[in-house]
């Protein structure tokens, strides 16, 4: 679906050699031209049609510290990053 509009299309194809170029970004065509927007909410769309469901996973608190001590090891050490 891409390579026909690309190729089909002489806007999609500017806009494909502006991006290739590095003379615009994508987030920058699509923030200037809303039917870039509404063409990249419909392959979007499409492609989440496509994908299986994955069960949702329950995030952590970003505030709560995974150390009981309020994050500090045992001996004054700091958590490892991760």
């Known amino acids: 679906m891409f390579h026909?509009?690309?190729?089909?299309l002489r806007p999609a194809w500017r806009a494909f050699a502006k991006i290739t170029r590095g003379q615009a970004t994508l987030a920058d065509l699509v923030r200037a031209h809303p039917v870039a927007r509404r063409a990249l909410d419909a392959f979007d769309r499409a492609e989440a049609s496509r994908r299986p469901r994955r069960p949702s996973r329950r995030r952590r608190s970003a505030?709560?510290?995974?150390?009981?001590?309020?994050?500090?090891?045992?001996?004054?050490?700091?958590?490892?990053?991760?």
């Not at 026909?4 to 089909?8: E, H, I, L, Q, R």
């Not at 505030?63 to 990053?81: M, V």
Request: charged fraction near 15%; aromatic fraction near 4%.
């Open 63 to 82: 505030t709560r510290s995974r150390w009981p001590n309020g994050g500090e090891e045992s001996g004054g050490a700091a958590p490892p990053s991760s």
């Open 4 to 8: 026909a509009a690309v190729t089909g």
